[in-house]
């Protein structure tokens, strides 16, 4: 896994996800309104829906076109068989969002 610093968490309002370009990948990365941060696949697998533009709350995202639910944490739907990539995402120091994607 490499670590990529994809800019300030203040570029996400809280309760909000945003995608990003990582290592050739689209990521959407989320700001909770608890102050976390989560990073998931960019696109629904269902209908390939943009998951950065789904609803949120602690744990979960729902997605805007067919309200499939998935866990930030474990990438298991919720209340269905589909699942999605997880990645690794934490703030440094400074407030930065930093992802871990593999090669």
């Known amino acids: 896994m490499t670590d990529y610093p994809v800019g300030p968490i203040s570029q996400i309002p809280q309760g909000e996800g945003?995608?990003?370009?990582?290592?050739e990948r689209l990521i959407?990365?989320?700001?909770?309104?608890d102050?976390?941060?989560f990073a998931i696949q960019a696109e629904c697998p269902h209908r390939g829906g943009p998951l950065a533009d789904g609803?949120?709350?602690a744990r979960n995202v729902v997605c805007p076109l067919h309200d499939r639910m998935f866990s930030f944490t474990t990438g298991a739907g919720v209340g269905?068989?589909?699942?999605?990539?997880?990645y690794p995402a934490r703030l440094s120091a400074d407030g930065v969002v930093v992802l871990s994607v593999g090669s």
């Not at 945003?18 to 290592?23: E, K, L």
């Not at 959407?28 to 309104?33: K, L, N």
């Open 18 to 23: 945003r995608n990003f370009i990582v290592a």
């Open 28 to 33: 959407a990365v989320f700001h909770t309104r």
């Open 35 to 37: 102050g976390d941060v």
């Open 55 to 57: 609803l949120t709350d």
């Open 80 to 86: 269905n068989d589909c699942a999605i990539t997880v």
